[in-house]
């Protein structure tokens, strides 16, 4: 079973792609909503603003088609600001409503530390998942980001900048990290290599 | 760890010494406001240096105390506390600790009384060392005995922190006496109050990851308004959980890794990828390329390198060397590249960090500044350390970080291929002007030296090129010996 890439102009996606092939995954990198909607394990990424991922994703009608994936049965990741976009709405420049498939609200991250956070974190289990089969409780993620989820019911592992946010979530069959496994090294390519392994 | 601001007292007024003269008091005029200005926070631990009261042997700032003690401060009065009474004294203002210098290191029968008099807790024994040896009267006398023979003294005695105040003057160009702090730690379990040398919140942080330093006295950098209180106090609340990163750096020549002493004398040291993907596995954070043929040359074989090392690279990626406008910048992103690092067409054109900013987001955009030292400053280098600007390297890399650069790749020409050390003073002055992160670049040979760059450089990340390509030292050494000394790093060893 092939994975989709979610073919964004608004994302780093052929690092994505360099990585999930590097798992040894059929990789299919695609734009078009038929395609998507009929994917049974889909990766939407996304880089830079959350109001310019999402009007993408709406203006391409590639909204509708994760959620009719995700209906029929499809495993989802998000990664970054594809991660965000899970989420019901974001207060970054204004208040822009997500897709509404993980509850909870994305908000900047607030505290003495200099935004966008840029680096490796630590990350904590809070959850058992399947996203984290072998990888090891704090280990280190690399981070871009300047808005984060906070405290989510579906929160499977935090990080703290300047406080606590939720660096990643699952609700059944939709993942969401906040970090990028595309650069994190080992432990980020045993993370895509267990997303592609749901079955 | 607490930080603590210390006022020195005279006449009344917070006042600043130049050289310990007492004629060349500085004011700053009355405590409680100079405490409001500084936003001390209600039911702070407060240090208070009675001056006059140390020259003359008495109680004299009687007053200042009882009423910033009313103003629900933690009060801890030092200066010319030579007997019983005078502790009384102080401690009747509302004083909740004492801090006593001269007689910790002379009087032990004395120091012994005040703690059976007033309890342990209240009594903190002050120490100030030159070059590891113990000073009394004010920094006038040598004492006849050691460090060493002074805390066990004092931990007899149940006494838990002392104050401990470095005075070498070498010390203070390198900032707090880190070394010094972990020495006591390893011989006592005595916790340190640190004193001197603080010039910035990252020297706090630094501090904080000792052990057993269980506060810091700020006075000068706080007056100054180098540091700033809430902030400190927050960054050094929040958990050890960004690690600092190590970043081998790739010099390439027509898709050729080389190396060489100063920029010059060059030689070839391997491919690329091959260099890169060992690298990743030895545990390296993230991965710098500089491409040193490109100021002179064109930039298509640095182009071909950079994808084909992203191609097996998964940790990020940042490009140097070359880059002169926007369209080379999104060329090198297209690449591969995670981050550029601009020098030479941002000094031409400053404009350009703006503009690469606002396209591509600051975490895409470093600094790369070559700095020589001249003098007491330091100015920019360009084409690869070879040709001198009158760029003020300080004033550069914060207009820089007000531009739009996420990091900075702060290298030193005349540390660079030599793996003599960091320049600790260059770090130092840049570091503590910017809130974007600095690598420090150009020096490193031991593994003191990467822990130096960072505990006393401020550094968050530290970059070296021969001594990984050497095979000196392993990245997993460096990694380790950071742990070791209670930088939190990313575990791959």
């Known amino acids: ?199 | 760890m607490q930080v603590i601001p210390s006022l020195d007292i005279l006449e009344g007024q917070v006042v600043r010494l130049v050289r310990g003269e007492f004629a060349s008091a500085k004011s700053y005029g009355e405590p409680a406001q100079v405490l409001e200005s500084l936003q001390v926070p209600r039911g702070s631990r407060l240090h208070l240096v009675d001056l006059e009261g140390s020259r003359s042997g008495r109680p004299i700032e009687t007053e200042v105390v009882r009423r910033l003690a009313a103003r629900d401060l933690s009060v801890q009065v030092g200066g010319g506390i030579r007997s019983i009474e005078d502790a009384r004294r102080w401690l009747d203002c509302g004083a909740v600790r004492l801090v006593v210098g001269t007689v910790a290191a002379t009087s032990p029968q004395l120091l012994s009384q005040l703690v059976e008099a007033f309890g342990p807790q209240t009594i903190v024994p002050a120490i100030d060392v030159k070059d590891g040896v113990v000073r009394t009267d004010g920094w006038e006398r040598e004492s006849a005995r050691g460090v060493d023979d002074i805390l066990a003294a004092v931990e007899s005695l149940g006494i838990r922190e002392v104050l401990i105040t470095d005075i070498s003057h070498d010390g203070l160009l390198k900032g707090p006496s880190f070394g010094l702090y972990r020495q006591i730690r390893s011989r006592s379990d005595l916790n340190v109050i640190a004193s001197g040398g603080v010039t910035s919140v990252s020297d706090l942080i630094s501090l904080s990851r000792i052990g057993n330093v269980s506060g810091a006295v700020i006075g000068r950098a706080l007056l100054e308004g180098k540091i700033d209180l809430e902030r400190a106090r927050a960054m050094i609340a929040s958990p050890g959980t960004i690690p600092e990163r190590i970043i081998p750096c790739l010099d390439v020549r027509d898709g050729r890794v080389v190396k060489g002493v100063s920029f010059t004398n060059i030689r070839d040291a391997g491919d690329p990828v091959e260099c890169a993907m060992r690298y990743e596995a030895e545990g390296a954070d993230e991965l710098v390329i500089l491409d040193i043929s490109a100021t002179d040359r064109d930039t298509g074989t640095a182009l071909d390198t950079v994808h084909r090392v992203a191609d097996s690279l998964f940790i990020p990626l940042t490009v140097g060397g070359g880059v002169r406008t926007l369209d080379d910048f999104r060329s090198m992103l297209r690449a591969g590249a995670d981050r550029i690092a601009i020098n030479t067409a941002a000094l031409r054109r400053p404009e350009l960090i703006r503009e690469c900013a606002e396209e591509f987001g600051i975490q895409a955009v470093v600094l790369s500044c070559d700095a020589k030292r001249d003098g007491d400053r330091w100015v920019a280098a360009v084409r690869g350390g070879r040709e001198l600007t009158d760029v003020d390297v300080v004033e550069w890399c914060m207009r820089a970080e007000a531009l739009g650069a996420g990091e900075l790749l702060l290298t030193s020409v005349d540390k660079d291929g030599t793996n003599s050390g960091f320049d600790i003073e260059l770090l130092r002055a840049v570091s503590a002007r910017l809130n974007i992160g600095v690598i420090a670049s150009g020096g490193a040979g031991r593994l003191e030296d990467f822990s130096e760059a960072i505990e006393s450089g401020g550094a968050r990340a530290v970059l070296a090129a021969s001594l990984f390509h050497d095979r000196q030292l392993t990245i997993g050494q460096v990694k380790q010996h950071l742990a070791a000394e209670g930088i939190p790093v990313r575990r791959t060893f």
């Open chain 1, 1 to 199: 079973m092939p994975t989709t890439l979610i073919d964004s102009p608004v994302a780093n996606v052929a690092n994505i792609a360099r990585a999930l092939r590097s798992t040894g995954s059929e990789l299919v990198v695609t734009s078009d909503p038929d395609a998507i909607a009929s994917a049974r394990s889909l990766v939407l990424p996304g880089v830079g603003s959350f109001a310019a991922a999402r009007s993408w994703l709406r203006q391409h009608r590639i909204d509708d088609a994760i959620r009719e994936a995700v209906a029929r049965g499809g495993w989802l990741l998000g990664i970054c600001v594809g991660h965000q976009a899970l989420f019901e709405q974001s207060f970054e420049m204004g208040t822009t409503k997500g897709l509404g498939l993980l509850h909870g609200d994305v908000t900047r991250l607030a505290g003495p530390l200099p935004v966008p956070q840029i680096g490796w974190n630590t990350v904590k289990l809070t959850g058992s998942s399947p996203l984290f089969d072998d990888i090891a409780d704090d280990s280190s993620f690399y981070f871009v980001n300047s808005y984060a989820a906070s405290g989510v019911a579906s929160e499977i592992a935090s990080a703290d900048y300047s406080g606590p946010f939720t660096a990643a979530a699952q609700q059944g069959r939709v993942f969401g990290v906040q970090f990028h496994p595309e650069k994190s090294s080992a432990a980020g390519l045993q993370l895509l290599r267990n997303f592609v392994a749901c079955k």
